[in-house]
């Protein structure tokens, strides 16, 4: 069973981002980034808010069966909200920044492309370690070489140094995404992950809400031309596969874990073409390939991997 949760769910959940691109594209017909990710956050939020309030009153049932029910004093319960409210706006800000430039970046660049290009993420945030006085692996180096190359035979027509302005939207999402996941990685392990999450979604709705009253023209019948693409995106990309992500790397091996979900990239380009009936030229294609083996080079624990292949066994 733990096999299935470790392999099948992070596979899930990488197809749904992936085919998110799909939807993300489709929604770029009627709607703009802020207005967008607006109607789609709040779907997230109010879906998360009902998976953590159900995971709550479960816990809280199985405990109280077990007699080992303890409540938290209301001091406790005062740290806790504030401690979630300012997590959340720091978390959700970052968020509403990459989710912005993805989303203007998909729809100039398509889905398949934006796919490879916003996983940059995966090579820059151990990079970003540096900052933190994290030691970077000589792979994920070659990782960022990797990236790079991949990076301009993807956005960098041939014969020509211009970059594309909805791939750089997409270069500074991959940015943002990654300081976005270093702070959930801070805050994560002081808090409820999926209390966190639905906190940073109410914060992204309101940021984008306000940005979308300021500077969008959409009417109500924008939202409905395109509620599939929005449900999608709210419901299953942001709620139900960030689920899957939490239940999959329970006791898992988060290397493995981390491996299938960059099938996310993937999944981007094959239902951009079956969908959206995209192609990419065979430069295009190359440089998806050289990312995807930068991805996957960069969570490889090559280091763990030869140092125990030098020790010598005590057989």
Known sequence: MSFIRQTFLPVLAAFIWGTAFVAQVEGS????????????????????????????????????????LTEPTPEEKKRGRRALLISGVICGTMLTVAANLQQAGIALSGAGKSGFITALYVVLVPVLGLFLN?????????????????LYLLSIQAGTFRIEKGDLFLILCALAFSFQIMTIDHYSGLLNGIELSCAQFVVVAIESGILMLLFSDVAWADFL?????????????????????IIAQKDANPTLVSLLMSLEAVFAVVSGAIVLHERLTAREY??????????????????????????????
């Open 134 to 150: 994290k030691r970077v692996p000589a792979r994920v180096w070659i990782s960022v070489l990797l990236a790079i190359l991949g």
């Open 286 to 315: 190359i440089g998806c390939a050289i990312m995807f083996i930068a991805v996957v080079l960069s969570q490889l624990p090559l280091e763990k991997w030869i140092k125990e292949k030098a020790t010598p066994s005590d057989a």
């Open 29 to 68: 017909e009627r709607l703009d980034a802020f207005a967008f990710n607006m109607a789609r956050s709040v779907v997230a939020a109010v879906f998360l808010f009902l998976v953590a309030w159900g995971v709550r009153v479960w816990k809280k049932r199985n405990s109280r069966a077990r007699g080992v």
């Open 225 to 245: 031309a395109v509620i599939g693409p929005v449900l999608y995106a709210g419901l299953l990309s942001s709620g139900v596969a960030y689920t899957l992500q």
